[in-house]
């Protein structure tokens, strides 16, 4: 699946938050921003979630609380993958900063402090957590402000492993990383053909000079070597999964048409050559 952005707008409506239920098959967003808070609860399925330039899996129970203005998506494992969640939006009108100033709302003001930078966690409640947004399907007036609260409350309460996303600061950033994001996804996908620098940069829309810059910036290498570690990290992969292959097979299968090559790559980045790395795999397991 290709990866594609957009700015998305949240229209407004009789109510001052957003909040629906969704049950379907193969889903898959593009990557958007939007000047609200978003508040995810899966209640079943995975995927795969982005958010800027990090990207992890979701299963049943995973939370997560992305930050106004920050590029995220959320993907099916496949086409017929079933997917069932629950979804907030809110803007940052419904926590005023005179409520988020006293004692009892202390718990709630730590939580979107922290959601700056993007939240991802396992909830450790989440049969409440859906509970409560369940309720807020229901509500209405006042009472549905009081309860998006006492939800938030809630999952303050969590035991949460935040994700660090780095804060975007304006649309012309954003869009550099939502490439970003789409250029590492298509090498991820691709790694095992024969692509280059052109391609990669067509994929994107951008001429080879600006791909490369942009690249370089965000990537802090070049393409071609994160193309490298890329491939040699699916190398790895291979030797451990697959007795079966042959070195040059594995080299194949990772991208590398010179086994040479591939050999003297594979000892420069991880130490050791590639018949070394699978006899050290069988005594013990090994991260690329």
């Not at 609260?149 to 550099?176: P, R």
């Not at 095992?192 to 829309?205: H, N, Q």
């Not at 030797?239 to 040479?260: P, Q, T, W, Y």
Request: glycine share 6%; net charge positive; proline share 3%.
């Amino acid at each position: 699946m290709e990866a594609r952005w957009k700015n998305a707008n949240l229209a407004d409506s009789q109510f001052s938050y957003h909040c629906y239920q969704f049950d379907g098959k193969g889903v898959e967003e593009v990557f958007h921003a939007h000047d609200r808070y978003e508040l995810v609860l899966i209640i079943r399925g995975n995927g795969e979630w982005c958010l800027d330039t990090q990207s992890g899996d979701f299963k049943g129970g995973t939370v997560l609380l992305v930050s106004p203005q920050t590029l995220h998506s959320f993907r099916s494992a496949n086409s017929s993958s079933q997917l069932e969640a629950i979804v907030v939006h809110f803007p940052k009108s419904v926590l005023p900063r005179g409520l988020l100033s006293i004692e009892e709302a202390k718990p709630i003001k730590t939580l979107l402090e922290k959601a700056k930078r993007g939240l991802i966690f396992e909830a450790s409640d989440a049969e409440r957590i859906r509970f409560r947004m369940q309720a807020l399907l229901r509500s209405k007036g006042m009472f549905r402000i009081a309860r998006l609260h006492v939800l938030l409350e809630l999952i303050a309460q969590q035991s949460i492993s935040q994700v660090v996303v780095e804060q975007i600061n304006g649309m012309k950033s954003s869009t550099a990383r939502a490439r970003f994001l789409s250029i590492k996804r298509f090498i991820n996908e691709h790694c095992e053909k024969p692509i280059g620098r052109s391609e990669v940069a067509a994929f994107v829309e951008m001429d080879e000079a600006s791909f490369s810059r942009l690249f370089h910036r965000e990537a802090g290498v070049t393409f071609s070597e994160y193309l490298a570690k890329v491939r040699i990290q699916s190398a790895a992969r291979w030797l451990m999964i697959r007795k079966d292959f042959s070195i040059a097979e594995v080299a194949r299968r990772s991208g590398f048409k010179n086994l040479s090559s591939f050999n003297k790559q594979f000892k420069k980045r991880l130490g050791m050559t590639p018949l070394a790395y699978r006899k050290a795999a069988d005594i013990e397991p090994l991260a690329p």
